[in-house]
């Protein structure tokens, strides 16, 4: 595979704007892209153009795209939705079979005069079978949680947490569309500093991302007093929602002379191997080696807002933290520049580990069938959707929790798993769980 950053997105490809907070999930031989469409944050200003909602793309090689839908529309003012504007940071995150889309709405625009809390962002929930859609919005009603830029990730023991910017994060229950535990702030800038990533007037984490490898959680995160550049917070906890410590320098990112003028920061000249304008909230993919990559969106020097371009990088991880090298081996603390390869040929995809064991909630007397997935969790830390055989049904007549075990064949290999359901009389008020 052959590719140069800056990527430039073509015409077919929102007429050549592209996107900000890129996120890529792959699945087949193909890679499905979306982000913040046009005209971004300057949208909610008054600007002619409103966003359509959340555009699909699709791609093979990085090169042709193919739009596959807006999976979700932004519905007509009539329709007196909640989920009105913004349409920011939207991700999609693959969970017992099915595909949950987060992204940040409000129903009245931020700058617009007495929005008060209708005019704050808040994270939309949906839902779908197939990543094309349709998808089906779980938070009619409200939003999961005041706040912007949310981030799914599960654990090795199947919990999964929600992450927003500030930076906070909560257990949720996804199929419930409901967070189960009180938000907590687990990163902050660091105070009374004026370093990159330290407390100033405006400034402060955005664009969480998290990951574990090697027993280690890596949280990504965004900050833009010096441009926009990423940071790694790292945890060895039991949980992520403790331990948390922020690494010194940046991780990748560009520095630019107006953003440290305007927050009051140092411009370092040459501080990064190659000279964008801006550098930031990445995703983290399986790359065409099988291996983790980062994508980011970025902005040469001369740049408008309405011509993002988009850099991708191979992650490697050494002493226990990633980092990027570019073609000639080189460690650089930003996107690569110019024409980078790999032999992509051969995938050296890491051998499979153990199946996931799943939960799930229900009244009594509901009625529930099993999923038919559950995921297969890889040496590396990727995860593969994968079909599951339960032995005998859960218990609904009453109160109490069932365990059903399971089995994923993968490969000649069998991978036990645990299925635990628990039946109660009525499911907490999704109210009490989403306060702040």
């Known amino acids: 595979m052959i590719w140069s950053n800056p990527i430039v997105y073509p015409q077919s490809v929102e007429q050549g704007r592209g996107f900000r907070d890129p996120f890529f999930l792959k699945e087949g031989d193909c890679w499905y892209l979306t982000g913040t469409m046009y005209p971004h944050f300057e949208g909610d200003k008054g600007a002619r153009e409103r966003t359509r909602g959340v555009p699909l793309y699709r791609t093979r090689d990085f090169v042709h795209w193919e739009l596959i839908d807006i999976i979700l529309k932004r519905p007509d003012p ?181 953003s440290c003028r305007h927050y009051g920061a140092e411009y370092e000249e040459g501080y990064y191997a190659y000279n964008y304008r801006e550098a930031g909230h990445n995703s983290v993919f399986l790359g065409p080696d099988g291996g983790d990559w980062i994508a980011a969106h970025v902005f040469e020097h001369g740049d408008g807002d309405d011509r993002i371009k988009l850099a991708i990088d191979r992650l490697q991880y050494e002493e226990g933290t990633a980092c990027v090298r570019d073609q000639n081996g080189k460690l650089v603390n930003g996107p690569t520049h110019g024409r980078q390869f790999i032999d992509s040929s051969h995938p050296p995809y890491a051998a499979a580990c153990k199946a996931l064991d799943t939960w799930a909630w229900c009244r009594i007397g509901e009625s529930y069938k099993p999923p038919e997935k559950t995921e297969l969790l890889f040496e590396n830390g990727w995860r593969k959707s994968c079909g599951v055989s339960w032995e005998g049904a859960a218990d609904l007549s009453r109160e109490g929790t069932s365990v059903i075990n399971g089995s994923v064949f993968y490969e000649g290999t069998e991978y036990p798993c645990k299925l635990t359901v628990s039946v109660q009389k009525e499911l907490p008020n999704r109210k009490e769980t989403m306060q702040l």
């Not at 490898?213 to 945890?235: D, H, M, P, Q, V």
Request: charged share 25%.
């Open 78 to 258: 009539s329709e007196g939705k909640w989920y009105q504007n913004y349409f920011w940071a939207p991700e999609l995150f693959l969970y017992n079979g099915r595909y949950y889309l987060t992204v940040s709405c409000s129903r009245r625009g931020h700058y617009e005069k007495d929005a008060g809390v209708d005019g704050l962002q808040a994270v939309c929930l949906a839902v779908a079978d197939r990543i094309e859609g349709p998808y089906q919005v779980l938070t009619e009603k409200e939003p999961l949680l005041i706040g912007n830029d949310a981030h799914l990730f599960r654990d090795e023991d199947g919990r999964v947490y929600l992450f927003a910017s500030g930076i906070i994060c909560a257990e949720i229950d996804l199929e419930h569309a409901r967070l189960t535990g009180r938000p907590q702030q687990i990163v902050t800038p660091v105070a009374g500093s004026r370093a990159w990533n330290g407390q100033r007037d405006g400034v402060g984490f955005e664009g969480p991302y998290v990951i574990k490898r090697n027993g280690k959680y890596l949280l990504f995160y965004s900050t833009w007093a010096r441009g926009y550049e990423i940071g790694i917070a790292e945890s060895s906890a039991d949980s992520p929602l403790t331990g948390w410590r922020l690494q010194k320098a940046p991780f990748y990112g560009a520095m630019n002379r107006e």
